[in-house]
């Protein structure tokens, strides 16, 4: 069974570029989650979603920062304009809430803004 | 505002020794606690967790403890192995499968 899948796991960009940070959550998962994590901060929540709503995104930085799961199999992060305060590995991770515990993490996706 | 706190960056162990890492926590909400593990250039993988009506779960050569009144858990490895060399995170959340509050890690390194 394939776990939670991101893409890109690498990317490197400019300052002032849109990022697109992109997920496949585990299929028959109700929650996705998206985490930054950085050497200062370790691993932050920046939003989560249960049944494709968002629930939380009060970790969101700024509003450079938005995220969509437009259904269940899908979702993004999106920086726009990015800076380079924001190179970070970002992680998604999906759940099935409220019944089993852990959250399963994808690979991660580094970003480098330049 | 860091709800869980993990203060020791690093460990080192001897290969068939124990290894301890421990976790604080602020939040009294917190009812469920999950250790992950953590390789370089991969995501976090769960371990081992624990919910508040419980003071010790056990899987293998992995033990996790809860100490609700000091707000502490801590993570035994008996015995540790080279491969068990990674950052381990403490996380606690109010429900299972909700979003987690992650400590910054401890990174163990296992020698031979």
């Known amino acids: 069974d394939a776990g939670v899948i991101q893409s890109p796991r690498h990317e490197v960009t400019e300052m002032g570029q849109e990022v697109t940070l992109r997920c496949k959550p585990i299929?028959?998962?109700?929650?996705l989650f998206w985490y930054r994590q950085t050497m200062m901060r370790g691993l932050e929540l920046l939003i989560y979603f249960n049944n494709n709503v968002p629930i939380d995104d009060s970790g969101m930085p700024e509003d450079r920062f938005s995220a969509k799961m437009p259904n269940a199999s899908f979702s993004t992060l999106k920086i726009q304009p990015s800076e380079p305060r924001d190179s970070a590995v970002y992680f998604c991770a999906s759940s099935l809430a409220g019944l089993t515990g852990e959250l399963f993490f994808g690979e991660g996706s580094r970003l480098t803004v330049l | 505002d860091q709800q869980v706190k993990q203060n020791s960056p690093s460990l080192s162990v001897q290969e068939g020794r124990i290894s301890i890492l421990n976790c604080d926590y602020t939040?009294?909400?917190?009812?469920?606690f999950l250790w992950y593990k953590k390789y370089p250039a991969e995501g976090p993988t769960f371990l081992i967790s624990i919910s508040s009506i419980k003071d010790k779960n056990e899987d293998g050569r992995f033990t996790v403890f809860l100490n609700k009144s000091a707000k502490h858990l801590s993570l035994h490895i008996v015995p540790s192995q080279p491969g068990d060399s990674a950052v381990y995170f403490c996380a606690a959340s109010g429900m299972p499968g909700y979003a987690l509050n992650f400590g910054k890690g401890t990174s163990l390194l296992v020698t031979p």
């Open positions: 299929s028959g998962h109700n929650s």
């Open positions: 939040n009294s909400m917190f009812d469920y």
